[in-house]
């Protein structure tokens, strides 16, 4: 651990810190943090901290996630800029009025989205918990919100919902095309492929496993297999070579990387500790109306 690391590991114990961060951060960021997770684990984390400030090690949906379900802590999101283009791709205005068209419909948003979009759901989920919370749901229609992607493999999963999709996607995943898992398997024949379900259908289609990015991890540790294509974000691959050195592994697309994600720098942190940046702030609307369907997430309902 260098210089820095140490300060922060100090530092955070004075001012009643906690430092959390997802799978894709860079890898001296995820060895600082407490906690690493995907989506859902950092909503649970979040909740159920002790400590007084939250140091969200993620983009910004991440952290306004943290503030929604810690309204009287404080929440730094170190990499301000670090943003989500799905979350950008909907606003309020189109989920209310996909609610206006389908008054049936119960929305079912995913986590990937921002506070505002999140106020006007009924409930959250992740990539995890998505077909098991729309199966759940007493409603019959289904308007999943913004990932056409993972939209697409709910409404695969449960064939008795009516599933109305919204247009976003991760760029990220959604680039990946079918002629790219041809040519990674062509030359890794054998390889066990993982994927998770913000790849397109077509690429879903030749996985071997699909799920979220703790659901991945999980997979290939419990897995006997040697060799795997990792269809996510670069940063679980870099988690599993370091974890795993007897086994191999290679990127399903090698641009298999979230420019968002590698925004955040230990001296963002630094900053965050010593309260020279500004913490997250959400008016009290988004504050309550995103409350309760992310409650409604973190608690399974």
């Known amino acids: 651990m260098n210089a820095l690391a140490e300060k922060l590991t100090t530092l955070k114990k004075e001012k009643d810190a906690v430092i959390m961060a997802h799978f894709y951060q860079e890898n001296d960021i995820r060895e600082v943090a407490d906690f690493v997770g995907d989506s859902f684990e950092l909503a649970r984390r979040a909740r159920d901290a002790g400590q007084s400030v939250i140091i969200l090690c993620g983009v910004r949906f991440m952290a306004e996630s ?6 009287g802590k404080t929440v730094y999101l170190p990499a301000a800029d670090a943003g989500c283009p799905m979350a950008d791709m909907i606003t309020k205005k189109d989920v209310l009025e996909l609610r206006q068209k389908y008054k049936d419909a119960a929305v079912v948003c995913y986590v990937n989205s921002s506070a505002a979009v999140k106020a006007v759901s009924d409930i959250c989920c992740t990539s995890s918990s998505a ?68 790849c397109r259908p077509e690429v879903l289609e030749y996985a071997d496993y699909i799920g979220s990015t703790a659901g991945i991890l999980d997979h290939v540790r419990q897995s006997d297999a040697l060799e795997f294509l990792i269809g996510t974000e670069n940063g679980v691959l870099e988690i599993l070579q370091k974890e795993l050195p007897h086994k191999r592994f290679y990127p399903l697309a090698s641009d298999f990387i979230c420019p968002d994600m590698k925004k955040t720098k230990l001296e963002d942190i630094l900053q965050c500790l010593k309260g020279e940046r500004s913490p997250v702030e959400l008016s009290e609307e988004e504050l309550t109306g995103a409350a309760k369907s992310l409650e409604r997430m973190v608690a399974g309902k």
Do not use: M
């Not at 943290?66 to 309204?71: F, G, H, W, Y």
């Not at 247009?167 to 398997?185: M, N, Q, T, W, Y």
């Open 66 to 71: 943290a503030k929604i379900l810690n309204p």
């Open 131 to 198: 077909v098991n919370i729309v199966r759940s749901l007493p409603e019959k229609r289904i308007i999943f919100i913004p990932d056409q992607n993972l939209g697409a493999y709910v409404a695969a999963a449960a064939p008795e919902k009516e599933i109305i999709l919204f247009s976003g996607f991760c760029p990220i995943h959604h680039r990946v095309l079918a002629e790219d898992v041809k040519k990674a398997e062509k030359a890794r024949p054998g390889a066990v492929l993982a994927v998770h379900p913000e």
